[in-house]
């Protein structure tokens, strides 16, 4: 039998309210069941509403949405766009596409080569989040000149830049470390590879590299 509830995966842009869209904000506020990172729910959830916050326990969470769905819809907020290195990976993992609707969003990456005027049609997208730093990921070479990549804090940008000129990347190829999209302290710093390196901070910020 056809499941009768739906989890409603809404993308909500890369952090500030001004850059989620209207048709996401309206399911948002009419949810009653919303799941999302503190952060998130903090953001945008309403009073009234039940909320469950994104931990470590990814399974948990999935319980929980799956004990929701008896009696009502689930809206889980994931940040960025839905298809871009999303929870909805892992929603898909245990539901049935025909029980999920996907909301899209405006990614950090998409925002990153908006500040840089810059198109992304002819980029390679990574994201290092929790993920190792190997050859398949990171030794792109012209065509492949241009990356954009999320960054955590083991995988910093000084981390990643050098292992891209270990990869015979150009020590001249320009570096955008683009931080707080969206926010009020939003900042772009523009550097050489190798100055990269040097550079401290921008753990969790969308790095460009292009050649």
């Known amino acids: 039998m056809e499941a009768r509830h739906k989890i409603v995966v809404v993308g909500i842009g890369p952090g500030s309210p001004d850059y989620v869209l209207p048709i996401a904000s309206r399911t948002i506020a009419a949810a009653k069941v919303v799941v ?3 952060r998130a729910l903090d953001t ?3 009073p009234g509403q039940v909320t469950k916050v994104i931990d470590k326990d990814i399974m948990g969470v999935l319980d ?3 004990g929701q769905l008896i009696s009502q819809d689930v809206v889980v907020m994931v940040s960025g766009d839905p ?5 909805l990976a892992a929603i898909r993992n245990k539901f049935a596409a025909k029980q999920i609707s996907v909301i899209p969003g405006i990614s950090s990456a998409q925002l990153a080569f908006a500040r840089l005027a810059d198109v992304w049609q002819d980029a390679n997208l990574i994201s290092m989040h929790g993920r190792k730093a190997d050859d398949k990921m990171l030794n792109f ?3 492949h000149h241009k990356l ?6 083991q995988h910093n940008p000084a981390t990643i830049a050098r292992i891209l000129l270990t990869h015979s990347w150009p020590e001249n190829a320009i570096v955008w470390l683009c931080t707080n999209l969206s926010y009020d302290n939003e900042l772009v710093a523009e550097m050489t590879l190798v100055e990269a390196t040097e ?3 921008f753990e969790h910020c969308v790095m460009v590299v292009k050649v």
């Open 148 to 153: 954009g990549i999320l960054t955590d804090t």
């Open 36 to 38: 999302g990172s503190k």
């Open 64 to 66: 929980f949405v799956e």
């Open 44 to 46: 945008f959830s309403n």
């Open 83 to 87: 298809g871009f290195y999303s929870m």
């Open 141 to 143: 070479q012209p065509p």
């Open 199 to 201: 550079t401290p901070g």
